[in-house]
């Protein structure tokens, strides 16, 4: 465990030669680093953290959580919430920000399986959600792909419904300058022709391309706003102009019902604003999210849930 600067934010490190991982288990047990061959593949948020995960805001004085997206410190990386999103009621979580999921102090355990480095993260249990959320990740003594189980397990005294939404962010300001016609973009895996679901339209719409070969290309633009696919077979990934990138795959379950009309794999995309848009959010840096969920589930009390997701971490995507 390393720290750096004032009041730091406690700093996770692990790697096998070939990937480097990052965590803050003091903010929602994020994963906030995925290093190869020194390239950075996540966003950060250099209000907060800098090049070396030194603490540059101390916590003292983050915002006090107001229930606001003008109130949550984005930190950037990749982070477990439960969905759907919602503001208008107990079936819906009301964040980010909240003060245990997003943000709480989590519970770390480091242990070996084998040649299998293991990190599990234990979130206080929410009284909000009636979840306790555990996050574990699972790294192999060499490669870049790693795995990482999302498990929700019902804490409440009643039946709770919950899907596992897994959000991941990734710096997009390389791509603002790139030259037309580079092969760097978004993809999704889908099964069909699904059109896909406007979710979010704050600022601008983003493009989506037909199908081809089962994967449909997301353009990334200066826009605000989230879109959706009803027919994601579980597969995404980002690739950068400079060819770094990400890849995800997971499991999704044909029939099953899923969030936001029966969402499976959302991106959300923006740009800096000038002023603030929905829900208080002033957008100020260029990013992207890949969001994999789970489906809706009911868990009675002691009951769980779980999402795996495997991770191909990549300086020079193929």
Not at 46 to 68: F, I, K
């Amino acid at each position: 465990m390393t720290t750096h600067g004032e009041e730091p934010l406690p700093v996770l490190r692990i790697g096998n030669g070939s990937v480097d991982l990052a965590f803050l288990p003091s903010v929602g047990g994020r994963l906030i680093s995925v290093r190869v061959d020194g390239v950075e593949l996540l966003w950060r948020n250099s209000e907060y953290l800098d090049g070396d995960l030194g603490t540059v805001r101390a916590r003292s004085s983050w915002a006090p959580l107001d229930g606001t997206m003008g109130s949550w410190a984005n930190l950037g990386g990749s982070k477990t919430w439960p969905a759907p999103q919602g503001w208008s009621g107990p079936g819906e979580w009301p964040g980010p920000p909240d003060p245990v999921i997003d943000s709480g102090s989590w519970d770390v355990d480091v242990a070996h399986d084998g040649e299998d480095a293991v990190v599990t993260f234990t979130s206080p249990d929410d009284p909000r959600t009636g979840l306790r959320v555990v996050r574990e990740f699972r790294l192999p003594a060499t490669g870049t792909t790693f795995r990482h189980r999302v498990t929700f397990r019902a804490i409440a005294d009643r039946p709770v419904t919950w899907a596992i939404w897994e959000v991941c962010q990734v710096d997009t300001e390389m791509f603002a300058g790139a030259p037309s016609g580079n092969p760097s973009g978004v993809w999704v895996g889908v099964r069909g022709g699904a059109e896909p679901r406007a979710l979010v339209a704050d600022d601008g719409l983003i493009t989506v391309d037909p199908p081809a070969g089962g994967r449909r290309r997301v353009h990334v633009d200066d826009v605000v706003a989230k879109v959706g696919f009803t027919d994601a077979d579980g597969t995404l990934e980002v690739r950068r102009p400079d060819g770094a990138g990400v890849a995800w795959s997971y499991s999704v379950l044909p029939g099953a019902a899923y969030p936001d009309g029966g969402c499976a794999a959302e991106i959300w995309m923006q740009y800096p604003t000038a002023a603030p848009v929905g829900g208080g959010l002033r957008p100020t840096a260029r990013l992207l999210e890949l969001e994999a969920l789970g489906p809706l589930t009911t868990l009675e009390p002691g009951a769980e849930t779980s999402l795996e997701i495997v991770w191909h971490a990549s300086s020079r995507m193929s």
